[in-house]
């Protein structure tokens, strides 16, 4: 079976409210932007995935694929998965950096061509994954006591607050109401997201650069109010710094969002950087490699549970490696009503992904991705597309 097209186009979702990121200086965002990419075979199988890019950075993902992606894999082996993924390392390292989620598209086609779903193709470790709350704003102690006891009222377990307040008592003081509020029962993660130099600025041009010291009495701080994992408290590249303060820190320290690129990934986890790491399937490295880099982590007792602030479609990728990784014990769900929700970050599948009851999202069980893209309601949301 072989590729005979690789399509995408950019989306545009627009939410109810303007929305301000913990992690974005240019402030208030009116959309999510998202690309979704198809891999058409010569047998009629059609994998697809879903990437999500920022308005700027979407069309050149487009471009890339158009210039030098597609004429790439054409005419290559479907089943050539490593193959593949060798090019798209090739495009990341010299055009684009983050060509990853083509690769997914790849694997949905491959698993649709088998008739399994992905999970099941690499083993199975679960049906269902526990799912926390990703919030994305920061949002007063009080707002977030009352969003908090929403979500868990609607079966969530599991909670990341984002903190990016001028001083530490500000940010514990968020926590520490969240905590007092859901009790000791419930998940709290805690995202600095102070990885990259950009996110360390906010819409005034003020910087917010916390330093080792501002991360470690951070940590310590959230440990006594038994959180779950400080999340990226320092730049992605500083090894040293996140090396000393996994070590030094009470709690587990998590991140590796972006750290891409094997290579990067594994002298993350030789430098012993982090407790927990955070590839995302789509913008990391070749989904298959990060299966191995979930098990080169486990050997060496450190967890990886895959990022995913993502559209619907960009969690499914994520959702099936999680649910095949040996120690991955939750699935990021990007959910901060009343605008990140599915009826807007699932739109594009014919059925949303969602948690139960009991805050468990179950994998699905169709082929590939088990996930179906809505034609007609992607149609009028695209605005580009190659
Ligand atoms: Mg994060």
Redesign the pocket.
């Known amino acids: 079976m072989r590729i005979r097209d690789v399509r995408a186009r950019l989306i545009e979702l627009p939410y109810p409210r303007p929305f301000v990121p913990s992690w974005a200086p240019e402030g208030a965002h009116r959309s999510m932007s998202a690309v979704i990419v198809e891999v058409e075979t010569d047998e009629g199988v059609v994998g697809v995935s879903g990437g999500d890019m920022g308005h700027s950075t979407g069309p050149l993902l487009l471009e890339t694929i158009r210039g030098w992606i597609r004429p790439r894999l054409v005419g290559m082996d479907l089943f050539a998965t490593q193959h593949i993924a060798n090019h798209l390392r090739y495009v990341a390292e010299y055009v684009f950096p983050r060509p990853w989620v083509v690769g997914v598209a790849v694997w949905d086609a491959v698993g649709k061509a088998c008739g399994r779903p992905l999970h099941k193709l690499w083993g199975g470790h679960t049906d269902q994954i526990r799912a926390y709350a990703s919030f994305g704003e920061v949002r007063d102690p009080e707002q977030r006591v009352e969003d908090a006891l929403l979500v868990v009222s609607e079966g969530f377990t599991g909670l990341k607050l984002r903190v990016h307040a001028d001083t530490v008592a500000e940010d514990i003081a968020q926590v520490a109401a969240v905590r007092e509020a859901v009790g000791p029962d419930i998940a709290i993660m805690v ?1 600095a ?1 102070q990885a990259a130099a950009r996110w360390r600025y906010r819409p005034d041009g003020s910087r917010l650069m916390w330093d080792f010291d501002r991360a470690l009495t951070t940590a310590r701080e959230l440990a006594d109010l038994g959180v779950a994992w400080l ?2 408290p320092l730049p992605r590249h500083d090894y040293r710094a996140l090396r000393e303060l996994t070590a030094r820190s009470p709690l587990p320290i998590a991140g590796g ?1 972006h750290n891409r690129g094997i290579g990067q990934l594994v002298r993350l986890l030789e430098d012993d950087c982090f407790t927990i790491y ?1 590839p995302d399937a789509n913008e990391s490295e070749d989904i298959a490699a990060l299966r191995d880099f979930g098990a080169m982590a486990a050997a060496r007792q450190r967890r990886v549970v895959p ?1 995913a ?1 993502a559209t619907g479609l960009g969690v499914a990728g994520n959702l099936h490696l999680s649910a095949s990784l040996p120690t991955c014990d939750w699935l990021e769900y990007p959910y901060d009503p009343p605008v990140i929700v599915p009826e807007v970050f699932h739109v594009m599948l014919t059925k949303p992904l969602l948690p139960d009851s009991t805050g468990f999202v179950t994998v699905p069980e169709g082929p590939g991705l088990g996930v179906e893209l809505d034609h007609a309601v992607v149609e009028p949301l695209t605005v580009l597309r190659v």
């Open positions: 995202d997201n999340e990226e969002e955070q990022h602030w």
